[in-house]
């Protein structure tokens, strides 16, 4: 058994115990509506409050820290650990009590001079989201496009150069079986955002959550760069322009990306071709393993044998 | 096939979806809810009782499909459509006999007969409409096929399914199985000519011998075979076990599959097809371990979205519950119309596929129910009951998950998918 595929199952095993136990994960998560923890009423683990309003009564007890990353929360009561403030409204009532830091990253806090706060009381960058983000103007959008597409055509470029045969084993994938690069793609994308959105609800498996977006961001980029590869070799071929593998591939994705953004303009339609596009090239990339294979249908690979026999 | 205007073979196709799809969409709702309406609010029955009653329905379907799918194959029926034909009318009839006196019962003696006679019928017609794969449906689309089947099944359920009350239920099946029972009569009955050319359908290379299945004319169970009824046992059982339990939790059922809201349904429906069409593709063109560890793999992240919602029981439910929920059904569905006729040939598909959807359907459903009953009579909650269905399903996962990297010298052999280095 290879030794890295030992250590992975391993860790997988040692995943699966941790998720399975409703004692390593205890604690509550609040999305919406309005909740009071009464006198006496006790919340073992942590409290992360994403929305709603929260009130923390008098003689009530979290033993965990409190998270604030929305809504509105009142605390009148004991917080056994840390307090961390991120987005949303904070009231820390005259009787409330944190026996850990008050940590303020955002949003906004209203403290009574009674309120105690054992640990210390840390301030960080504050992150002030508006409530509606503003639309970039045509002259903003164009240096962000510029960027981005540059820097596309550049690692089409880099991966033609220092893997031609993965990168091509993606690009046969995607033209010769869009329909399933595109199922593939979509099921990949679809349960691979449910899982990250899950763990980021952990909070301890963010990190986590944060490697798998990247992961997948970069896969979606693989496959853009296998169409900018197709789209070049188009080209030469079309216009018997003698261009150089690399040279092609750079072309190639610097018209992908324009024809992705310049698809944007267009209501609704535009977005879905985008997205389907990504998920064709998303799915290529996994068919071929990150191009370390060359897909067959099984069907195909059957009849093939079939008539071989 | 389109091009060749090869007619004959299209309405074959048109027929097998038709028929299944039908027989799917009676089975889901119908038997499942229908029965379930009947015995507990008409009749009175208590939840244990008619927990029991529902079991006892799936064992002997499970016995009758398995003494029957031997016998087609001893008959040498298998290879006969019109026999299947007529089979399949007598079950139809006899169903929709069962389904119009079906709401008159009113007695719990007379609802066990009725589920004896249901279970007849029921077990008589997984092989005699599996085993018609061989002569209706190529080998090449049997994976698209099914996906219809699956797709237009799972699409009528939410959406146009009446209220689950057994009256409403039975008056919409009964005008569907009444036309059903006159088109099969007369395919069984009356000499068509498009029916003498499907009939020899199974003979050509293209449909008799399936995907997977070995050379010769092997009668015994071999190895294949097992693994497959293992995994899709696997599949049913933890899918009947967590839903069994979903199913009575009013807040996952009103905000979802009984969502007064007509989109939320829509959009289970649609979910539905989506998936039932990506899970055709795949299954034409992939290795179907690989499918079968996306299904283990979705459904242990559902289940886990279920217990994160459990833990933390404030607002509504999330709409990705239900949709990853009606994903993994489809992802399932489509495999298990499709792959018991890949794994036989047309002698032995009547009992490959007896042995399949009764050994991985029907007991995984009755030892699901049992066990059901028994953890919520020992009173387990909500909260871990679903824990241990998660876990089972993590745990499919993993022998799933080795399975695929590490597979064996046999499988490099028989199957495609991916070749490396090339």
Not at chain 1, 84 to 99: C, F, K, Q, S
Not at chain 1, 148 to 166: G, I, K, P, Y
Not at chain 2, 32 to 57: C, K, W
Request: net charge positive; proline share 4%.
């Amino acid at each position: 058994m290879k030794r890295p595929l030992v250590i992975l199952l391993a860790i997988l095993a040692a995943l699966i115990t941790t998720a399975c136990d409703q004692e390593v994960y205890s604690g509550r998560l609040i999305l919406d509506g309005a909740h009071s923890v009464s006198a006496g009423e006790r919340i073992d683990g942590e409290l992360a409050v994403v929305g709603g309003r929260v009130a923390l009564e008098e003689g009530s007890t979290v033993t965990g820290s409190v998270y604030v990353v929305g809504g509105t929360v009142e605390i009148a009561g004991d917080i056994g650990g840390d307090v961390t403030l991120l987005l949303g409204d904070l009231t820390l009532e005259p009787r409330a009590h944190v026996h850990g830091d008050l940590n303020l990253g955002g949003g906004r806090l209203e403290r009574s001079p009674e309120a105690t706060v054992a640990g210390a009381v840390t301030a960080g960058i504050g992150l002030q989201v508006p409530a509606e983000l503003p639309q970039p103007t045509p002259r903003e959008r164009l240096p962000r496009f510029l960027i981005q597409t540059l820097f596309v055509a550049l690692l089409a470029l880099l991966a033609v150069r220092f893997m031609l045969r993965a990168v091509a084993r993606v690009a046969d994938a995607a033209s010769g079986h869009p329909v399933v690069a595109g199922a593939m793609g979509l099921l990949v994308g679809v349960v691979g955002l449910s899982l990250l959105v899950l763990m980021a609800f952990t909070i301890v498996l963010i990190p986590v959550t944060l490697l798998g977006i990247l992961s997948l961001g970069v896969a979606v980029v693989y496959g853009w760069i296998a169409f900018g590869v197709l789209t070049g070799n188009f080209l030469s071929r079309k216009l018997e322009w003698k261009l150089r593998p690399t040279t092609a591939a750079f072309l190639g994705t610097l018209l992908v990306m324009a024809l992705m953004s310049a698809l944007e303009v267009i209501p609704l339609v535009g977005g879905m071709i985008a997205i389907l596009i990504s998920c064709v090239g998303l799915g290529a990339v996994f068919l071929t393993g990150l191009g370390t294979r060359r897909f067959v249908p099984a069907v195909d690979d059957l009849e093939e044998r079939q008539a071989k026999a | 096939m389109m091009r060749k205007h090869n007619w004959p073979t299209l309405l074959g196709y048109g027929l097998f979806i038709g028929m299944m799809a039908v027989g799917y969409y009676y089975n889901v709702t119908f038997i499942q809810l229908g029965l379930t309406d009947l015995g507990g609010r008409v009749i009175g029955m208590s939840e244990v009782r008619l927990a029991m009653a529902m079991a006892v329905l799936a064992l002997i379907t499970c016995m009758v499909a398995l003494a029957f799918g031997l016998w087609m194959r001893r008959q040498a029926w298998s290879t006969s459509l019109v026999m299947k034909l007529r089979l399949a009318f007598l079950v139809v009839m006899l169903q929709t006999i069962l389904t119009a006196v079906a709401p008159s019962i009113s007695s719990e003696g007379l609802f066990l007969a009725w589920i004896a006679l249901a279970s007849l019928a029921l077990g008589i017609g997984v092989p005699v409409t599996f085993s018609m794969t061989v002569d209706l449906v190529a080998v090449r689309h049997r994976g698209y096929v099914a996906a219809l089947i699956t797709a237009v099944a799972y699409f009528a359920a939410p959406v146009f399914s009446p209220p689950w009350l057994v009256e409403h239920l039975a008056m919409q099946m009964l005008g569907v199985m009444a036309a059903s029972t006159l088109g099969l009569g007369v395919l069984a009955f009356v000499k068509l000519p498009f029916i003498d050319e499907l009939a020899k359908q199974h003979t050509k290379p293209e449909f008799g011998r399936g995907r997977f299945a070995r050379s010769g004319e092997q009668t015994r169970i071999d190895r294949r075979l097992l693994g497959l009824i293992v995994a899709m046992f696997g599949i049913f059982f933890v899918d009947s076990l967590g839903f069994l339990r979903l199913v009575e939790t009013p807040v996952y059922m009103a905000s979802a599959w009984l969502s007064p809201d007509v989109s939320v349904r829509l959009f289970i429906g649609v979910t539905h097809v989506v998936a039932a069409l990506i899970a055709g593709i795949l299954y034409t063109n992939f290795n179907v371990r690989h499918l079968f560890l996306w299904i283990f793999g979705i459904f242990a992240l559902m289940h886990l979205m279920y217990l994160f919602h459990v833990r933390s029981p404030f607002g509504e439910p999330p709409l990705t519950m239900p949709m990853l929920y009606a994903m993994t059904v489809s992802l399932y569905t489509v495999v298990n119309f499709a792959i018991w006729a890949d794994v036989s040939t047309p002698k032995t598909i009547s009992f490959n596929a007896a042995l399949g959807v009764a050994l991985s359907g029907w007991t995984a459903t009755f030892i699901s129910t049992a066990l059901a009953i028994q953890w919520r009579t020992a009173g387990m909650t909500l909260e871990q009951h679903l824990s241990l269905v998660n876990a089972l399903a993590m745990l499919f996962f993993l022998a799933m998950l080795l399975l695929v990297i590490f597979p064996s010298r046999s499988r490099h052999r028989h199957q495609g998918g991916a070749r490396r280095n090339s």
